[in-house]
């Protein structure tokens, strides 16, 4: 009997999980093809807008994730002239801007704002704020598209501004060589952290590797000594300040020691600077939290506290902005770091569960309600074209093309 059972039920199974797996595939590839879309409508002939509405400027920091993943689709020439247009607004200081287009933000959100190629050097919340992820996120993708397109003319043409971008970061770092940064700094800017970052010099020690490796394609052997010789040195101080027995923690100093932060966290494991060991356990502190238990994963754990809030937010009913609502950025970000280190079913599947939301409201926003909708409230309307997340699904959707789905 026992070969009659086996005859009789493994064609029935065979052919219910063969259609479990044309579901899945049919939503990842309708995801993509919604991702790609969204993206090319942020092309412009400056590059790579944020988005097609109230985003619709050259925002340094979302024309540069959003171009890992333009480069995981071929799209080139979108990313050069992103490049071209940030080392166009470099200061003579060395410091890249927050943006190219609208001077005033909320002007531009009201609809009240004229077309125009302003470079804005500091954060809208108050002058004192300078943006301090933009230089190392400048030298990054430059390095991102010289290893994708191995065109070194570019590169001899843009390494002198990548040169004095790094520099004008050297030149904000203490004395433990880390940067150090004011409130609304980095991406999450509606919080206030102040001092020494996790986000920020996560993306400092990567633009440090981006240069020791820019100026060996360059045979400058002087240069790339003092780049690996100056990232080994402040890697070591990082780890010493910043990692606690099971993850980095968000900032110092600080009174919420407590608070895990995924940004950081993510793009330490993305760029090789977190050692194998201490991946295990930012993976199993993200597990232990309950912070990936749906569609996309959290952006900290436990919440910060109100007084870490932009006080405005609060007025609109967006304090939650960087503090409890959904980025899709992030749980590519998840995606790839987990397909990265050898998860690949489990990247596989988040893949698909995100694909999902992404097919259900056919778009890709700004921001979502943690439930899966995309933010729309009295004040605010999510970003319908955010070109940020859109770039990054597609990479992670490169990362995982291949795996194949397990059978149960």
Known sequence: MKPLIVKLNLPFMKKKLSKNNQYHEESIEKAAKIAKETLKMTFTDDGISAGKSHFSDLWVRDACYAGIGALSCEFNNEVKRSIETMSTHCKDNGQIPLRVGSKYFFLKYLGLSKKNKDPMYFEDKYSGSVPMDSNSLFIILLHEYVKKTKDIAFLEHHFFIALKAINWLILH????????????????????????????????????????????????????????????????????CFWKETHYIDTIP??????????????????????????????????????????????NSPKYPMNMIYAPFYLIRLHDYHNGLRWLWLEALYIICKEKCGFQHEARRRLFELSKKIVEFNGIYEVYEKNGPPVKRLFYKSESYFSWSSGLFLAAYNACKKIELPLN
């Not at 970052?197 to 020690?205: A, E, I, P, Q, R």
């Not at 201490?278 to 952006?299: A, H, R, V």
């Open 173 to 240: 770092t203490n004395k433990k060589d880390l940067l150090t940064e004011g409130n609304y700094s980095g991406w999450a800017d509606s919080l206030k952290k102040k001092g020494m970052v996790l986000y920020t010099n996560v993306l400092y020690l990567k633009s440090l590797q981006s240069m020791f490796e820019l100026s060996n394609l360059l045979d400058q052997e002087h240069l790339s000594h003092r780049f690996q010789k100056r990232y080994l040195s402040s890697l070591d101080k990082f780890n010493a």
């Open 254 to 299: 600080t009174k919420e020691r407590g608070i895990f932060s995924t940004d950081g966290n993510l793009l330490a494991i993305y760029f090789d600077i977190a050692t194998p060991s201490q991946i295990n356990q930012i993976f199993s502190t993200i597990s232990s939290l309950n912070m990936d238990t749906d569609f996309c994963i959290e952006t």
